[in-house]
């Protein structure tokens, strides 16, 4: 597995990430969302929402893995969407 979806695993034990479109798009207005995970294979409307917000509310995107590599990553099924919450694991996952 990669090492950014080792560490996306991580991230959630430590309840720095948000998952669901619908959790992550109420958390972007708060300011809490520093980088969101979007998997390539959503839909073109799901896309196109989060894009939309996501530079809106100038939030780094990441669109390189799919939903099912997202959801096995976090232990959870069918996510499309994850924001990263935490400030310290945004600056692990850039690395």
Do not use: W
């Amino acid at each position: 597995m990669d090492k950014i979806l080792n560490n996306l695993g991580l991230c959630m034990r430590a309840r720095g990430l948000i998952s669901g479109e619908e959790n992550v798009i109420a958390e972007m207005p708060k300011g809490n969302i520093k980088y969101i995970f979007l998997a390539k294979d959503a839909s073109e409307a799901t896309k196109k929402k989060i894009k939309s917000k996501a530079d809106f509310y100038h939030i780094e995107l990441s669109i390189e893995y799919t939903s099912f590599e997202l959801s096995h990553s976090i232990g959870k099924e069918n996510r499309m969407v994850l924001g990263i919450t935490n400030q310290g694991f945004l600056k692990i996952l850039k690395k």
